[in-house]
Each structure stands twice: as C-alpha cells, then as structure tokens.
DNA sequence: GTCTATATGTAGATAGAC
DNA sequence: GTCTATCTACATATAGAC
C-alpha cells in the first residue's frame, strides 16, 4: 500500500473530461475524445457514467468550492473595501491562469442551460453580502463617491474575467504574441485593483 | 414592380442561419433549425451553400463592417480621449442591445478557430491607432494619468460586453428580473464611461 | 428553385467476450 | 473492469421528381 497508486480509471475519466468540455462545450465535446484523453476506451466512459449527460454533470455538480471557493473565499476575510478589491480580482486572475478557458465555458454553458451551473455560482452568496457591507461601509466613512455594490462588482468581475474570454481577440487586435499577453495578465493583477479603486475613491 | 418584394430565398437563409449561429453555436446549430427558421426547407440550404461551413462563412465573413463598423466609427471622428471613451462605450452597448448573443458568440468562435473571425475584428485598426494618438495626446497635455492604450481598451471591451457575456449569471447572482438588468444595461451607457474617465483623469 | 426521399457519415450508447 | 464489435439515432449531404 506504500506504493504510489495511479490515479484511479474514475478520477481520469473525470479530469479528462473536464479538461474536453471545458475546451469545446457540452456540444463540442466528443466522447471519443474524453475517452483517448483518459487513455481508456468509449464503452468504459459509458460503464462509470451513464450518458453524456451525467458524465458532464459528474464533472461539475458540486465542483463549485473547488472552483470558485478561493475567489469567494478571497473577499470573505477582508475588512477594508480596497484590499477586498485588490484580494479579488488577484484570486480571480490566479484562478484563471489555472484554467484560462473556464471563465468561456461557464459563460457558454450558463446561456445553453442557465439552470445547469445554477451550484456553481450559489456558493460566493456570503460573500457577496459580505462585499455589499463593505461598499457600504467605505461610503459612509467617505472613502469611496456613491457607487452601487452590484455595479461594483460587475466590473470587477469584467475586468478580471474579459481578457480569458477575449484571448484570442486580444491577442489579434494588439498584435500580441504569447508571451506578451502572459505579461499583460499578470500586470493585471496590479493594474485593475489600482482602476478599480482610483474610479470609486471619494 | 412597385409591390413590395418578398425577401429573397437567400437573404432569409442569411439571416434565419445568422440568429441561429449565434443563438447556439457552430457546434450547436443545426442546419434544420436553420431551414425552419427560414421557413424553407433543408436541402435549399445546400442548394444555396454548399455545406454548413460555406453557409457560416457566408453568414459572417465580409459582414464585420455591418457588425462592427459603428462601434469603430464611433472612435473615428472624435478628437478628444474623453469622448472617444464615451462614444465607444455607448455605440457598444447600443449595439449589442440589438444582438445581445453577439460578443459570446464570437468570443466562442475566435476561440475554435482563431483565424475564421479574424475579418471580424481587422476592420477597427484605424480606428485603434487613432484611439492610441488620442491617449498620447491626452498624456502629452496633463489630461490622464500615464495609462497604456492597449490595456485602457481591453478595459472598455471588458466593462462594455461582460454584462452582455455573463447574462444569464448576472441575473442570478443579484436575482435580477429582465427588467433590472436592462435598466442596468441602459445605464452603463454613463456609468462605465464615468468609471473609466475617474480612473484615469490626472 | 423547391420539394420528398434517401444516402452517408458520425457520435452516443449497448451487448457480450474476456 | 475493460475491451471489441455493433446498434441506433441523428445530422449532414445528395439524388432526383416536379
């Protein structure tokens, strides 16, 4: 039992096909191309799952703390409205350099079936109260001019999420190669905290 | 000849295939949901393009003047950074008002095929260059602080589309009604540009 | 040009051997 | 549990009548 196991056929299985659906949606995807991924064969992808369906719905239901857990969680703890801002759009950005096509995918598969991620989503609930006390707060001390939280939150979602979703776009427009772009994102992580907050400071 | 003209076969095929692509998808559209929407029938499709590639191209290549050229345009004229900021914020809003699938859907199939869009977005660089002299020259006079032209243009793409992007999850997350949510829309049409100007006006 | 009918290809799903 | 082989369903594409 010392020995280092290999990941168990359920547990590839999984991480094959979150990485396809992630990569070509619910509609693109293609079983056989979860099962070569997996290193196993179609007809297994069908004894551990049913059907497409809950393969895909194994993959995501109830992944929602992994995946959006830190980026909750990264407002939760703070205090002070500016370093929420800057934890936030940080967690955001490092989250996504993981995963540079999730933000896409959830977009995709949130229009497809807004009911389907519905778990997904549900989990910063606390925390977004939390942020909206927090705007308060600083408006009332007279930190920030008078900016609705649901606004606030939006744009730093935007700001955060948009050159993921974008990439190609960018890349193209600004005649960007690779290693430009991984630069510019990681300045994000500076640039759009101090954007955010140079906009709302009183 | 005076009576009013039925639309041609192939401009209805035009646009029934255009709300459908972009309702779904290359991947998720079907050529007889197509056909139904043009209230024709599925093998017309293929009289008038050949396969279900040629008819995606047909759809939207060549039409980035008419998808994009006013949101461009709207940068060309103006002379002054600040309402170059504001018109660009405004004619984008207003026109995926119009076409509010329209930034997922390309965001979706730049991602599939990087070079297939590519006409799409090409248009704008004039206009970009000339949204660059105008952020230099507004540096040059002491009007902004010292901002990067690429990055402050991603910002307004981001704060500009986003909200189109994430639809479905913005109405969850602040449990919104259709109403709210187009009211939000209408009114970031002078939000987001006074967001903007704060955060870079020296 | 437009239709009905049909062929072809591909992807999801099952049967059954090992 | 895992495979090969096969079935079924559906979507694209074509043939051919009108």
Known sequence: MARVKEASTEKRILDA?????????????????VADEAGINKALL???????????????????????????????????????????????????????????????????????????????????????????????RGAIIDVDARDLLVNMMALSAHPFIARPMILHIHGMNEAAYHRMILERKRTVPDFIIRSIRA
Request: net charge positive.
């Open 17 to 33: 096909a979150r990485r396809v659906f992630i990569r070509k949606g619910m509609a693109g995807a293609r079983m056989q191309e």
């Open 46 to 140: 069908h004894y551990y799952f049913r059907d497409k369906q809950r393969l895909f719905e194994g993959v995501f239901k109830g992944g929602a703390e992994q995946q959006f857990g830190c980026i909750w969680g990264a407002l939760k703890d703070r205090t002070d409205l500016f370093d929420a801002i800057t934890a936030f759009v940080s967690a955001f950005i490092d989250r996504m350099v993981e995963d540079p096509l999730l933000p896409l995918f959830i977009a995709q598969e949130m229009n497809r079936d807004p009911e389907g991620l519905r778990a997904f989503i549900d989990r910063g609930h606390m925390s977004r109260q939390h942020f909206a006390r927090l705007v308060e707060e600083a408006r009332v």
